[in-house]
């Protein structure tokens, strides 16, 4: 019985260390840290330190943490919200101006651009429920939260999924 528990002992540690050390595209235990820099993000700072904690508390996998050096960074600027996603989890949002202007909100685009990052790519379905159908839900639309399915896709591409994006693609959500 001794060897028995000494032995599952063993295989336990092991296994751990396996999971914890597991190469990249292989399943793994660990959360996945990415810092992003907003401090170039002017009146949006505080909604993407919004969005960051809805994707925290939406996946289990990767952690939103602001930070330098940074796999992401965000702007403001006067134009269109857009995201150049160069790799997973890495690349450039810009916090354009033009949508709030026209009424969208700015949490909703926030996370909504931080979807972009993490691998997820627009969904124009016209659905409140849907956070990357974007501005195709329209101004009274103000649900930042991401769905079962973006969740879920999330947490695959984070675990060596093939996310369903196209990096080194400016992605427009008009």
């Known amino acids: 019985m001794r060897r028995a528990v000494h032995f599952l002992a063993i295989l336990a540690v092991t296994l751990t260390s396996?999971?914890?050390?597991?190469?990249?595209?292989?399943?793994?235990?660990?959360?996945?840290?990415?810092?992003?820099?907003?401090?170039?993000?002017?009146?949006?700072?505080?909604?993407?330190?919004?969005?960051?904690?809805?994707?925290?508390?939406?996946v289990r996998n990767v952690r939103l943490e602001p930070g330098t050096p940074a796999h992401f960074v965000v702007y403001a600027d006067n134009g269109w919200p857009r995201t150049l996603p160069t790799s997973l989890g890495r690349g450039t949002i810009y916090m354009g101006r033009q949508a709030t202007a026209e009424g969208h909100n700015p949490l909703r685009i926030a996370t909504h651009e931080i979807g972009h990052i993490l691998g997820l790519p627009d969904r124009r379905t016209g659905l409140c429920t849907d956070l990357m159908s974007g501005a195709s839900a329209g101004t009274s639309c103000t649900n930042p939260n991401p769905n079962a399915a973006e969740k879920a896709q999330v947490e695959r591409n984070f675990t060596g999924g093939t996310p369903q994006i196209t990096f080194n693609t400016l992605h427009v959500d008009r």
């Open 18 to 58: 396996f999971l914890i050390s597991a190469p990249a595209g292989h399943a793994k235990s660990l959360v996945t840290v990415l810092r992003y820099d907003a401090s170039r993000a002017q009146e949006f700072r505080t909604y993407i330190d919004q969005a960051a904690a809805v994707w925290n508390s939406s």
